[in-house]
């Protein structure tokens, strides 16, 4: 083995389909059907019998909640839509077998061959489950865990005929909490190994059945005696390496563990081919038993990196990983590999951990993230959506709350894809596992503190986790839990035994604001804030060096709160009178407090709504820009919290639930690009941040304002060159700013333009007068706009020009609708929006997507704070 691998990083598996000799494998997930189970007085050997009926049953969605099958059967009202959560009955108040349910599969399979195997595979139940097949009860004992894995040779009970039935109970968790709305409801969720959400959060009511179900994939595997279990590849890369050179050669280290199900010694072959290399090791294995075989050292010469989002490619290969036996393959599974090595260091001038890839050190900018789905309906689309939005978004990380789940490997495919590097939290947060004395909480922190109850069923969760996910290059970190660190030995077993033998490649934080991470010199909790800030406040306060909960406010216009909320509670908040509507209340809304008072009076709803969106976008600007101003000097690092939602919350989103952005998204964009020029409101000087490896140079920096009759001023212009991985101050404004803002306010315009004229990066603000209001833009006339979209395959690119002469056409928002009732298509994606055009200037934004390409008769929408509200036909 390679003498670096010890820092070396891991290669992905962005998949687990297998390519058996035989056939592939395939998934369960339609045709099933389930019932409650006081509704049923058979035993599991009598329900799994194919002969057994099923009249009365009820179509089940699985993967899937036993809430998602009662929703899609109409049982229940949809939990995300005003206040329907409250009539559904609750685990707590209704009781556990209220929610246990029985789930019936038939299917048809037999072995083929004399040493042909068949397994059954649950990739996660919640929480615990007993499973038949055919008659016979697979497990020995009651599987628990939300978080482990099941594996069952079913080649013994499959029916010679080849029809079979799948029978599973599935148990709610021991410990269903108390709903009292604390975080985590009583706390005493936490006394499982499972998702502490469920019981309730204060940006999310409780899941009713505490997500009870198979909630992820069953698979068939066919193989022949040998089975390839838990590959795990590894990869060094070693010296500082830069995106786009030829590159010095990388190390490929592959181990894998292989099973023998058969009642003989088998002698074989396990190989690897990568690039036209092929590197095997011979292996003897006894009857019924396993063992992991490492293979020889890969010298890949050349290498295509991975690199993260905004820095470089992401770079994947194909792998194929096989069994040979007698000559011919007993198993194989194909694979897509990703090389690349993330090392941290700790930077004693900012007092907080830095990370490099690849020899490079980048500035995180990231964003927290729950999980997909607040009833685990999770999709390979949903989720690429999502994670394109953060790459948008120019984020370089995502980190998984503890309180949720180990994120699934649809997600981690999708942020190699995407190249967002990954900081995994374990299940559990310091609100129920006891860092606070918590009124709400029904047990005291001493008890608390040793939650779970079972605390080898949470160490094997881990090291089976780890197994699952150890290969994907986007996973950057492993992190002890939200907030806090776990018991002590389970703790120990992270740190010294599990990581160790199953994962040396990664750093491990104790916990997600931990010292280690972050030296919180300032005291306090080490994160957030978490509500609407003065933009001043993210340039001149000095938080944590490396923040890893930061945010503010989120709420979304008008067409997305019709979504969830009945047309009766669509009013405004009143700030002055602490009124705020039932239903923003119960979708736990944080106050914009005064804020929209300096834009005038709100006249209706839907001018709120829009209004909040010029707040959202200063808001998430401002924050990215703020840390970015200060990267190297107070940080290394910044998380967002947070950047979605997995229900209709009113708060800390950067999109809804229904993958609809909202201008959050788009002024955290501008804030986070790469190569940005922005104006620092407290010292009013120009800075342009670089998060390039490289120096930029020959870029011509244009600082002009623009009053509200469109007449603009030339404050300077430049040629400048910045120093990578920095940001560097260029000239002062603030008095010249100031005195032209006086009155009435005034946009200011920063770009940088390369020797082509090009434009590399804009930044407009809308600065308020003097007072601090935003008079002008409530006077500013309207902006005749010219419009033109034009389609390109699955793109449509739409270019708004606004004519010489006429004031600022101001923040456009961007629409693909349907041709007919114009509603938004969803979800696509938009190179940008919320744009603003100058007089005599025009631009042009593309939309994106799979949905763009199956809607040819859409129209484009654009409405502006002065451009009226019009549809664009795409030609």
Request: charged fraction near 20%.
């Amino acid at each position: 083995m390679h003498r670096t691998l010890k820092i070396t990083s891991v290669l992905l598996l962005t998949t687990f389909l297998k390519l058996s000799a035989q056939q592939p494998d395939y998934e369960l997930n339609s045709g099933w059907q389930c019932q409650q189970v006081n509704s049923v007085k058979a035993n599991g050997e009598a329900i799994s019998s194919p002969s057994y009926p099923l009249q009365g049953w009820m179509p089940a969605t699985v993967p899937g909640t036993v809430l998602t099958s009662l929703l899609d059967n109409k049982q229940v009202p949809d939990p995300f839509y005003g206040m329907n959560n409250q009539h559904i009955p609750d685990i707590y108040y209704a009781g556990r077998d209220h929610y246990t349910y029985w789930f019936v599969k038939d299917f048809k399979e037999t072995a083929t061959g004399p040493d042909g195997q068949v397994w059954l595979h649950f990739r996660g139940v919640n929480d615990g489950c007993d499973i038949f097949l055919n008659g016979h009860k697979l497990n020995a004992s009651t599987h628990f865990g939300a978080y482990l894995r099941q594996s069952y040779n079913i080649t013994p009970f499959l029916a010679k005929n080849g029809q079979n039935r799948l029978a599973v109970i599935v148990y709610p968790a021991p410990v269903v909490g108390d709903p009292n709305g604390g975080q985590g409801g009583d706390g005493t969720i936490a006394r499982n190994v499972g998702p502490q959400y469920t019981a309730g959060w204060d940006w999310i009511q409780p899941m009713r059945d505490r997500n009870t179900g198979i909630w992820d994939k069953v698979t068939i595997e066919k193989t022949g005696a040998v089975r390839i279990k838990d590959p795990h590849v590894v990869t060094s890369v070693p010296g500082q390496r830069w995106p786009g050179q030829a590159q010095a050669p990388a190390f490929i280290d592959v181990a894998a563990d292989v099973e023998n199900a058969s009642g003989k010694a088998i002698s074989g072959m396990l190989r690897y081919t990568m690039e036209g290399n092929t590197l095997s090791k011979a292996v003897s294995l006894k009857p019924n038993s396993s063992a992991t075989v490492q293979l020889p050292e890969l010298t890949l010469k050349q290498p295509r990196l991975w690199w993260p989002a905004g820095y470089g490619e992401q770079a994947l290969y194909k792998v194929k990983i096989e069994f040979i036996a007698n000559g011919q393959p007993s198993d194989a599974e194909s694979v897509e590999v990703g090389v690349r090595e993330i090392q941290t260091s700790w930077n004693a001038h900012t007092g907080s951990r830095e990370v490099a890839v690849n020899g490079q050190k980048i500035f995180i900018k990231g964003g927290d993230w729950i999980t997909s789905d607040a009833l685990f309906r999770f999709s390979k689309e949903r989720y690429d959506a999502e994670v394109r939005f953060h790459r948008d978004m120019n984020l370089n990380l995502i980190r998984i709350w503890g309180g949720s789940l180990t994120e699934r490997p649809e997600f981690f495919e999708a942020c190699d894809k995407y190249g967002l590097l990954v900081f995994q939290d374990f299940w559990m947060s310091g609100d129920c596992n006891g860092r606070w004395v918590d009124p709400m909480k029904k047990e005291d922190q001493w008890t608390r503190r040793q939650y779970p109850d079972d605390h080898r069923l949470f160490i094997n969760s881990i090291a089976d986790q780890v197994k699952l996910l150890r290969n994907y290059p986007s996973l950057a970190f492993w992190c002890g839990g939200n907030e806090i660190t776990p018991p002590p030995d389970i703790f120990h077993a992270i740190r010294d035994s599990i990581l160790p033998a199953l994962d040396q490649t990664r750093y491990f934080f104790d916990y997600s604001n931990s010292d280690s991470m972050s030296y919180n010199t300032l005291g306090g909790n080490g994160d957030g804030p978490y509500s609407i800030q003065p933009v001043e406040h993210f340039w001149s306060f000095k938080t944590f060096p490396f923040n890893s909960e930061v945010g503010s406010v989120g709420v979304g216009d008008l067409v997305s709160l019709r979504r969830f909320m009945p047309e009766e509670n669509l009013v405004m908040p009143d700030y002055r009178n602490k009124k705020t509507d039932a239903v923003w209340e119960y979708h736990k809304y944080i106050p914009y407090e005064n804020y929209h008072e300096a834009y005038g009076k709100q006249k209706n709803i839907e001018q709120w709504t829009n209004t909040a969106q010029l707040i959202n976008y200063d808001q998430y600007r401002a924050l990215m820009e703020g840390f970015s101003a200060h990267m190297w000097d107070w940080y290394t690092g910044v998380i967002i919290w947070k950047t979605q939602n997995p229900w209709t919350a009113l708060r800390g989103q950067m999109y809804d639930y229904y993958l609809d952005p909202n201008a959050c998204l788009y002024g955290l964009r501008t804030g986070s690009k790469p190569l940005h020029v922005m104006y620092d409101p407290v010292e009013g000087m120009v800075e342009i941040v670089n998060n390039h490896f490289q120096r930029a140079r020959d870029l011509m920096l244009e600082v002009k304002t623009y009053d509200m009759q469109g007449h603009d001023s030339l404050l300077t212009q430049l040629f400048v060159e910045t120093a990578a991985a920095g940001t560097q101050k260029y000239l002062p404004i603030k008095a010249a700013v100031d005195a032209l803002r006086s009155r009435e306010g005034v946009f200011l315009s920063l770009r940088l333009l390369n020797l082509d004229k090009q434009v590399v990066d804009e930044n407009i603000y809308w600065m308020a007068d003097e007072k601090g209001q935003y008079s002008g833009l409530q006077q500013l006339k309207p902006a005749s706009v010219q419009l033109s979209a034009r389609r390109s395959g699955q793109e449509v690119a739409v270019t708004i020009s606004n004519p010489a002469g006429q004031p600022v056409a101001f923040f456009n928002r961007f629409s693909l609708v349907n041709a007919g009732d114009k509603q938004r298509i969803l979800p696509v994606f938009y190179s940008d929006n919320y744009i603003t055009v100058m007089p005599g200037d025009s631009k042009t934004v593309t939309i994106s997507g799979a949905q763009v390409g199956k809607h040819t008769a859409a129209l484009v929408e654009v409405y502006g704070e002065n451009v009226k509200q019009q549809y664009v036909t795409v030609r």
